[in-house]
């Protein structure tokens, strides 16, 4: 249900995206950003990616690309002027980032008949929601110690979502090193941390008390603070937690007490094998805050 704080939440977040479209054509900070919203930066950033499937730095680019195209296509304002104005240094760099998402030149561009791209302006709406039920639990963790390996996932979300798929299809055999180290039966933690705009650091890690092993490390993740939600039981709650994810920025986090807190964010797996596959789950550590 659409209440004050969620409100409050949704006019801050308009703010911050309609201080961006403003100022599209000048060095944009993203702390200078995130004050329209009344939010940390780290906070704004986490919430917009989950919320709209790319990255702040992703949606400047794509709207400074659309508008880009726009002036190419409709004045005879030269390509190095307008590389310059939207943040290049030179035509090349220009030229590289304006194919790769138009899939034409600038110059191709001018021609008649140009098919062009075009990214919508963000425009956040009031909607009428909820009035369901989330189950979760806040809990206060002592510092944790788990073992594993990491790799930094870099680009767009959705090229980061691809690398930690086949992060995970080309490292079986480590897995299978890595699960006989762990403390828990069933079990793994993954763990997100080091967040920037355009990459973080991915871990795969079993929750141990051993020494770890050749190609492995030991990762200690510092006393949090994390609201801790449940996917349903089913054979693959991996299909489940996009889902889960997203819904506990969209409805939970703007009718609560609590925001984003840095720190690592934490996805448990409980895998069992048959008979039991139907009761697999995952939960979902979020770090939080109380609200100031």
């Known amino acids: 249900m659409t209440g004050g704080i969620k409100v409050d939440w949704i006019t801050g977040m308009q703010k911050a995206i309609d201080y961006i479209e403003d100022n599209l054509i000048y060095d944009l900070d993203y702390s200078e950003i995130s004050k329209r919203a009344l939010v940390s930066s780290f906070h704004f950033q986490r919430v917009f990616s989950i919320l709209c499937g790319f990255t702040v730095g992703e949606y400047i680019r794509n709207r400074r690309m659309t508008l880009a195209g726009v002036e190419l296509t409709m004045s005879d304002v030269k390509v190095i002027d307008v590389a310059l104005k939207y943040g290049y240094e030179t035509p090349e760099s220009f030229t590289k980032a304006f194919s790769r998402f138009h899939g034409i030149t600038p110059k191709a561009a001018r021609e008649s008949g140009a098919k062009m791209k075009s990214f919508y302006r963000l425009l956040i709406k009031i909607s009428l929601e909820g009035g369901d039920i989330m189950d979760y639990r806040i809990e ?10 990491k790799k930094k996932f870099t680009g767009g979300l959705e090229e980061r979502f691809e690398q930690e798929r086949d992060f995970w299809v080309n490292t079986r055999k480590e897995q299978d090193v890595l699960m006989a180290l762990r403390n828990e039966s069933f079990t793994w933690y993954d763990i997100n941390t080091n967040f920037s705009d355009d990459d973080y650091d991915h871990y795969i890690t079993v929750l141990s008390d051993k020494e770890t092993t050749e190609g492995f490390e030991k990762i200690t993740v510092p006393e949090l603070t994390y609201a801790i939600f449940e996917t349903e039981r089913m054979n693959m ?28 964010e934490i996805t448990v797996t409980h895998w069992y094998k048959k008979p039991k596959k139907e009761k697999r789950y995952i939960e979902l550590w979020i770090p939080v805050e109380k609200k100031n």
């Open 140 to 149: 206060r963790k002592n510092t944790l110690t788990f073992v594993g390996y």
């Open 237 to 264: 709650p991996t299909l489940a937690y996009p889902d889960l994810r997203k819904k506990i920025v969209s409805e939970w986090l703007p009718s609560s007490e609590y925001i984003l807190a840095e720190g690592p």
